[in-house]
């Protein structure tokens, strides 16, 4: 199938290699030339385990110029949809590239299915992108077709999770446009759940806002066995051998961060809002994501006065395997320290230069150097921390790496 995919960002770029990877003529639009120049290198702008070679095994066109999307039979909107300094979801990017798709179907003849794949408030798609698109003179369901398909990638397992999803969910504004993304998706031997439009969008929502949940739901239950002397780990792995909880997302620990967790629980919470509705545990696992980064520098406390020591950080990164820094939980726990008037020192193997715009006034350093801080706070699980020597170290472990009990003093943020 011919599939324009709008822009090279995260789930784009993804999206559409894997698409051709498939078998389908993919073309991809982004007006950053620099980043276009690097696909057609073979170079992936963005850090995703596998992504390069990927890229340089299959046949992708890329593109500055909007016109290449009128040959496709469906063209994917996977625009950012960030937050302002409120939490209010900005649809800018989205709106403007609506507005070339318009530009383009007001120029074509044959009919072809626009669908959104970027994370938007239930009704986004309906309300906003549609009307928009029906500027262009045609109908939508008669000239053209609107579909909403969630992605639901992880950070460094995008390849593997979208060529191995566990559901494809097609919202669609009727079945002609669903059928076309439903060809689109046949070879993936997964259920594929046909829906409408806002379902589709409140689907993405939902999924996320659960597994956060359930990542506070342990945290808080490892908050309140560390006082009873139990551990977190062994109450989880007994949980989990019930089917009907199963065993992910209950690592305990000091929270979830990233692009999308924090983001689509916020955006959830303001979309109940606007309804007039106070959505009080999805509030709450907001709230306590916060406070549980903070519980880091809390324990610290307990062993140090913070004011003049230098507090060394294990891990910037939101997670093991990617440079993305964004919502990671390190950004609450470096404010908070550099607040008390304690210096940090931090190390990542990867993220450290994203940190650095962030926080340009924190020393980046060697693991060693870190390593010789008054005190270490773990706060991303990378598989170079499981072998270090804590011995003699004062080691606050926000990631359950079990060679850190070694440490002279050690708490575990929830064990
Ligand atoms: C997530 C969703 O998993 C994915 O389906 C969606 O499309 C995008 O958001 P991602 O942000 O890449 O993916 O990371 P994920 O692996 O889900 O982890 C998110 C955060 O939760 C990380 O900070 C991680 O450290 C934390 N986490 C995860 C825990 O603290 N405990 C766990 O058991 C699992």
Redesign the pocket.
């Known amino acids: 199938m011919k599939v324009a995919v709008i822009v090279a960002g995260y789930v784009g770029l993804v999206t559409g290699a894997c698409f051709a990877k498939l078998g389908n003529e993919v073309v991809i639009i982004d007006i950053d030339e620099k980043k276009l120049k690097a696909i057609n290198n073979g170079i992936s702008p963005i850090y995703e385990e596998g992504l390069d070679e990927l890229l340089r095994q299959i046949c992708l066109e890329v593109s500055s110029d909007y016109g290449k999307v009128s040959a496709s039979e469906t063209v994917m909107l996977c625009l950012g949809t960030p937050s302002d300094e409120n939490g209010t979801i900005v649809l800018d990017y989205m709106i403007e590239a609506s507005k070339r798709i318009a530009e383009m179907l007001r120029a074509r003849s044959g009919y072809s299915v626009v669908t959104v794949k970027s994370t938007v408030p239930p009704g986004t798609t309906e309300e906003v992108v549609i009307p928009i698109l029906e500027t262009s003179g045609k109908k939508a369901g008669q000239d053209f077709g609107v579909c909403m398909c969630p992605?639901?990638?992880?950070?460094?397992k995008a390849i593997y999770?979208f060529m191995h999803p566990a559901r494809v969910v097609i919202g669609e504004y009727d079945s002609q446009s669903g059928d076309v993304l439903d060809r689109l998706y046949q070879d993936f031997k997964v259920p594929i759940m046909r829906t409408d439009l806002k379902t589709a969008e409140m689907i993405k929502l939902a999924?996320?806002a659960y597994?956060a949940t359930k990542?506070s739901f342990?945290n808080e239950i490892g908050n309140l066995c560390k006082r009873l002397g139990i551990d977190v780990y062994e109450v989880a792995r007994g949980m989990a051998l019930d089917d009907r909880i199963g065993s992910?997302?209950?690592?305990?620990?000091?929270?979830?961060?990233?692009?999308?967790?924090p983001k689509d629980l916020i955006m959830l919470i303001a979309k109940a809002k606007e309804t007039g509705y106070k959505p009080a545990i999805l509030e709450g696992i907001a709230n306590f994501n916060d406070a549980q980064a903070l519980r880091m520098v809390e324990l610290l406390k307990k062993h140090l006065t913070l004011r003049g020591a230098t507090i060394g950080l294990l891990g910037l990164a939101?997670?093991p395997g990617t440079d993305d820094v964004r919502d990671s939980?390190a950004i609450k726990i470096v404010e908070a320290l550099l607040d008390e008037g304690a210096r940090v020192r931090a190390y990542d193997p990867l993220a450290a230069d994203n940190f650095r715009r962030l926080f340009p006034q924190i020393e980046y350093a060697s693991k060693e150097a870190v390593l010789n801080s008054d005190a270490i706070l773990i706060v991303t699980e990378w598989a170079e921390f499981k072998d270090i020597d804590y011995r003699r170290k004062i080691v606050i472990d926000g990631r359950r790496i079990d060679k850190a009990r070694e440490a002279k003093i050690y708490e575990g943020i929830g064990w």
Do not use: M, P, Y
Request: with cysteine.
């Open positions: 992605e639901f990638l992880r950070e460094g999770d999924s996320n597994l990542i342990i992910q997302f209950l690592n305990a620990g000091v929270g979830f961060g990233g692009s999308c967790l939101f997670k939980r």
